[in-house]
């Protein structure tokens, strides 16, 4: 997974190229290239995910009527999707990416997000969808008006 220094917005892809690492953070591979164009723009970005067709998140469940209370760990699928939370004063758009939507987090930050609909099968297909998702993300980044003028 790459580096992003915080304030140049450079890309690095070696943890060695990093030299203080509290000046960067990590990025998705795939979205890298849009974030670094959004934050050099001026739309200051907090957090972001391309899309992960393999993760797979866990939960603890209380076991009803135990005690002492017993919990049981389910599996489930995490929703497939991509998004882009903004920084704080970030608060509207023009216009997103086709097939984004845009939504206020409960922080209230502007969040931008696409949902794929994914069953854990066509691994293959979802990841040429996420592709091309980035692709266009990045075109659409690259036609934003600098913020920072």
Not at 64 to 77: A, G, I, L, N, T
Request: with cysteine; charged share 25%.
């Amino acid at each position: 997974m790459p580096y992003m220094n915080k304030k140049t917005f450079d890309i690095y892809l070696e943890v060695y190229d990093i030299i203080a690492p509290y000046d960067y953070f990590f990025v998705d591979d795939l979205i890298a290239l849009p974030i670094q164009t959004l934050n050099r723009k001026g739309y200051i970005t907090n957090y972001c995910c391309a899309g992960h067709p393999f993760e797979q998140e866990f939960q603890d469940i209380i076991v009803p009527y135990s005690d002492p209370v017993e919990y049981k760990r389910e599996h489930y699928k995490i929703n497939c999707h991509s998004y882009i939370v903004f920084s704080e004063g970030i608060i509207s758009l023009m216009e997103v990416p086709h097939g984004f939507d845009k939504e206020i987090s409960i922080s209230g930050n502007l969040v931008i997000r696409k949902n794929y609909d994914y069953d854990g099968t066509d691994v293959y297909g979802i990841m040429s969808e996420i592709l091309e998702t980035m692709k266009q993300l990045y075109k659409w980044s690259l036609s934003l008006p600098n913020l920072k003028d």
